[in-house]
């Protein structure tokens, strides 16, 4: 009984905007619509693929320092130098 009055309902409101929007009108608002979602879209996905660009740029940065300080240690270890001073 659930599904056919979620059925008839559709189809009720299909034919209501049918009536109500002409075509040019429904053409109108699609375009617009279409637009307004496709900004929407692109906004969204080029944050979702920049994020992680970002992330990876400092993550690396950040990698790069502490393996830096780790190899002038090691240099410095068998060099036979002060561990203190990675000159």
Excluded at 24 to 50: C, D, H, N, P
Aim: cysteine-free.
């Amino acid at each position: 009984m659930r599904e056919l009055t979620i059925r008839g309902g559709m189809g009720v409101s299909r034919e209501a905007i049918k009536k109500v929007f002409t075509k040019e009108t429904l053409r109108q608002f699609k375009r617009i619509m279409l637009k307004y979602f496709g900004l929407k879209v692109g906004q969204r996905s080029l944050i979702a693929k920049t994020l992680p660009v970002v992330g990876g740029v400092i993550g690396g940065a950040w990698n790069y320092n502490e393996l830096r300080v780790v190899g002038d240690r090691v240099y410095a270890y068998f060099e036979g130098r002060e561990l203190g001073s990675a000159e």
